[in-house]
Nanobody
């Protein structure tokens, strides 16, 4: 059973940066495309960044040019570098498989962007 633990969230002012981490309990990144998702209050969970097994990345239009997804296979850790944060980026952020059935969802990490 794969376990995913997200961390790195916090409260920042608009224009600030955060780096999120997702630690996986096994070596899954070479098997599965992985993604970062977010869920804002009253909204559905959405995929904002995706990285394939081969390392190709793509992003939702709302974060393109500001967010960067990466991974460290040796550490079984997925990252999301978030720059130029906006209030509309406020949400709980999760990592999970980007294809097929998801693994059990972790607790997520809260990101709040406010002045």
């Amino acid at each position: 059973q794969v376990q995913l633990v997200e961390s790195g969230g916090g409260s920042v002012q608009p224009g600030g940066s955060l780096r999120l981490s997702c630690a996986a309990s096994g070596s899954i990144f070479r098997i599965y495309a992985m993604g970062w998702y977010r869920q804002a209050p009253g909204k559905q969970r959405e995929l904002v960044a995706r990285i394939t097994r081969g390392g190709s990345t793509n992003y939702a239009d709302s974060v393109k040019g500001r967010f960067t997804i990466s991974r460290d296979d040796a550490k079984n850790t997925l990252y999301l570098q978030m720059n130029s944060l906006k209030p509309e980026d406020t949400a709980v952020y999760y990592c999970n498989s980007a294809v097929g059935a998801p693994f059990d969802w972790g607790q997520g990490t809260q990101v709040t962007v406010s002045s």
